[in-house]
């Protein structure tokens, strides 16, 4: 009998602490799958954020180091360009990227700082218990908009990827979702390539992975990845907005 | 016939690689419980797997070893 699937080898073997059901430990796996497959897993450096995935250092067998909040694309910008041989990436959840990090992402991303970003968003601040995130959909009930997201007082959710992709800088920005099995395939497929093009030298790549938080928004796992498809792809649409290699080959 | 192997300890029941399975093959074994408080994950129906590993996929935690 042959193995058709075993924990990747990047994934240090250990119990996770997200709560039951979380993809946290799906997207987990993806990265350390890719760093397995691409064989840099002796070279790369992670960045872990403050949020729910602050303790990602202890779960991957690379190097890691944690940063202040928000401050992983800034911290990623020093070590890749100190040590441009290693593979440098962040991974960040919604609350550390989109809130207080947004400048450090914008302006890592016009610099095209040659580093990859994995970036979860599940619309809510997980860790601290549930508060309303910039990502946060228009209606959504959390611990602080108890009568939903009221958009006239709040603002409207930031679509992080388009708004990057508006720019001249980065190389690769897509977004891809966790929620089943095919989609997981597809996140798999965009975080290699987020992860190789950085070893080809191309520039920076963000992968924003719509997750869930099943917890926080108060339903059973299953519930929470079919909330994801029914409510959350609608306002976040699955797709590569920038790929500047692709469109660079298909002129 | 594929076969499945869990690291029961690690499981926190969340059930979608239940929800997730194509052929019903897995349930949560409410009977019993893990070493972290968990009802965990169980193979209930071994004949019927045909080793897609859709449940391994879907696992947050990564306790599934599928072989085939």
């Not at chain 1, 990747?8 to 430990?25: I, N, Q, R, T, V």
């Not at chain 1, 997981?184 to 030298?201: D, P, R, S, T």
Request: charged share 20%; aromatic share 6%; glycine share 8%.
């Amino acid at each position: 009998m042959a193995v058709v699937f075993d924990k990747p080898k990047s994934l240090a073997d250990l119990p996770l602490h997200y709560c039951p059901g979380c993809p946290h430990g799906i997207i987990h796996r993806l990265v350390a799958e890719a760093l397995d497959e691409l064989g840099i897993e002796g070279k790369a450096i992670g960045i872990a954020p403050v949020g729910c995935a602050v303790m990602a250092y202890d779960y991957f067998t690379c190097d890691m180091i944690e940063s202040a909040h928000g401050r992983a694309p800034a911290v990623a910008t020093g070590i890749k360009r100190c040590r441009p041989d290693n593979i440098v990436f962040t991974y960040q959840g919604d609350g550390d990227l989109a809130s207080i990090g947004m400048a450090e992402t914008v302006h890592a991303a016009a610099r095209n700082e040659n580093i990859t970003i994995i970036f979860v968003n599940n619309a809510i601040y997980g860790m601290t218990g549930g508060q309303m995130a910039p990502t946060t959909l228009p209606g959504q009930v959390t611990q602080t908009s108890p009568y939903g997201r009221d958009v006239n007082q709040c603002g409207w959710p930031i679509r992080v990827s388009e708004m990057l992709a508006t720019l001249e800088g980065p190389e690769y920005i897509t977004r891809v979702a966790v929620n089943n099995v095919k989609n997981v395939m597809n996140a798999k497929k965009a975080i290699k390539k987020a992860f190789q093009n950085q070893v080809e030298g191309k520039g920076f790549s963000l992968v924003e992975v719509i997750s869930a938080c099943p917890t926080n928004w108060g339903m059973t796992p299953e519930q929470a990845l079919k909330w994801v498809d029914s409510d959350m792809l609608p306002y976040y649409p699955m797709g590569v907005y920038k790929d500047r290699s692709a469109a660079k080959e298909a002129k | 016939m594929a076969k499945l192997t869990f690291k029961t300890d690690l499981c926190k029941g969340c059930g979608l690689c239940v929800s997730t399975c194509p052929k019903g093959c897995l349930a949560i074994d409410t009977a019993s419980i893990n070493k972290k408080g968990y009802s965990p994950a169980v193979m209930v129906n071994e004949d019927k797997c045909i080793g897609c590993a859709f449940c391994a996929t879907m696992c947050p935690d990564c306790i599934i070893t599928v072989e085939k």
